[in-house]
């Protein structure tokens, strides 16, 4: 298999969105990397494999003297490279993880700050691929599993997010006047305009049943907070801080509670 690895400037992007370094995976950063060293018996990775149901495990090789080189990966461990060695000769002891394994270029490698649509093909293709830093470093293994949660978790915060702008809309186009306004233009930046700072639509809301209860203060300051939160979520501010994104996701649902209690039902 040709490795995919490359540094260029063309397709390195470090800055973007949507760059591996931004979807959570095993890496050596943090010790978040099950990994054995190439002495070790192959069964402390097969045990690994099983318990943690990882289809790879990889082999690291460290500096003896604990000098600040980087930590490189000598090779993978696999479930057919375990077959393969257990099939070969090792004088009725069981192969060390160094015989055991797959040298790296056997397998699809990128550097850490390529897209991630560069590599969707490579991942449900191998299961899995190797990732490495700007300096050639080895960074972490990705699995399309990761992939797969990543892309659902930030699904369900655009999801949220949607709700959230219908119902602002809802509400713009029962009590604002929008002037001609069509929904389609209608976005956050017209729904703080009109819900929050124009008061003569709160006096249409107050006067619609719910809304007399609701503190115009407060409904002020949830919206604010879920714009941050918008904001945060659509530009992929939190990848790496899981309750972060949990805590914005909560303050999205705290204004659609608000929204659904006040309904967009114009006054009568």
């Known amino acids: 298999m040709t490795p995919a690895l490359s540094f260029s400037s063309e397709e390195s992007h470090p800055d973007s969105e949507f760059a591996l370094r931004r979807i959570p995976h095993a890496t050596v950063k943090g010790d978040r990397l099950?990994?054995?060293?190439?002495?070790?018996?192959?069964?402390?990775?097969?045990?690994h494999m099983i318990v943690h149901e990882y289809s790879q495990m990889p082999v690291r090789a460290e500096p003896v003297d604990n000098s600040s080189v980087p930590i490189q990966l000598q090779g993978v461990v696999t479930w057919k490279s375990i077959t393969r060695s257990l099939l070969s000769d090792f004088g009725g002891q069981l192969p060390l993880c160094r015989d055991a394994c797959d040298p790296p270029e056997r397998f699809q490698q990128f550097s850490v700050d390529r897209p991630v649509v560069d590599v969707v093909g490579a991942l449900f293709e191998n299961?899995?691929?190797?990732?490495?830093?700007?300096?050639?470093?080895?960074?972490?293994i990705m699995t399309s599993a990761d992939l797969v949660r990543w892309t659902d978790q930030h699904a369900m915060g655009l999801v949220e997010v949607r709700r959230l702008e219908l119902r602002l809309r809802e509400l713009c186009c029962a009590f604002a006047n929008n002037k001609g306004t069509p929904p389609e233009k209608m976005n956050f930046g017209y729904y703080k305009r009109k819900l929050v700072a124009e008061k003569k639509t709160w006096t249409r809301m107050v006067k619609s049943g719910p809304w007399q209860g609701v503190s115009h203060e407060e409904f002020r300051s949830l919206f604010m907070e879920a714009t941050k939160a918008r904001n945060a979520i659509f530009h992929f501010e939190c990848d790496d801080r899981p309750q972060?994104?949990?805590?914005?996701?909560?303050?999205?649902?705290?204004?659609?509670?608000?929204?659904?209690?006040?309904?967009?039902?114009?006054?009568?």
């Not at 649902?253 to 659904?260: E, H, P």
């Open 34 to 47: 099950v990994h054995v060293h190439p002495d070790d018996d192959v069964s402390l990775a097969l045990t």
């Open 127 to 140: 299961d899995f691929i190797l990732t490495y830093d700007k300096d050639g470093s080895f960074f972490g």
């Open 244 to 268: 972060e994104y949990l805590d914005y996701r909560r303050k999205l649902a705290d204004l659609v509670k608000l929204l659904d209690f006040g309904g967009s039902e114009r006054p009568r």
